[in-house]
């Protein structure tokens, strides 16, 4: 069973930068393509950012040119970087990935952004 771990959220100003991180388990995480989405209150759970087993990454428009996804296979861990942050962008992050038939999501970790 894959088990998804978010670390790295927390308080910044606007402008202001944060690294989350995603340690994964339980799966052969250098075949998997992983995902960072974002749900803020009273909103749906959205996409961030995806990247591919090779490397490949996507962006929602929102976050082009500001985020970063990249991934550690030796460390089997995928990371967000977030640069020139907005208030808006204040949400719970989460982990995702598909395995063994099934979504697998962290528990997520708190960005907030103060203007």
């Known amino acids: 069973q894959a088990l998804l771990v978010e670390s790295g959220g927390g308080l910044v100003q606007a402008g202001g930068s944060l690294r989350l991180s995603c340690a994964a388990s339980g799966i052969s995480f250098s075949t998997k393509t992983m995902g960072w989405y974002r749900q803020a209150p009273g909103k749906q759970r959205e996409s961030v950012a995806t990247i591919t087993s090779g490397g490949t990454a996507f962006y929602a428009d929102f976050v082009k040119g500001r985020f970063t996804i990249s991934r550690d296979n030796a460390k089997n861990a995928v990371y967000l970087q977030m640069n020139s942050l907005k208030p808006e962008d204040t949400a719970a992050y989460y982990c995702?990935?598909?395995?063994?038939?099934?979504?697998?999501w962290g528990k997520g970790t708190l960005v907030t952004v103060s203007s």
């Open positions: 995702h990935t598909q395995a063994y038939g099934m979504d697998y």
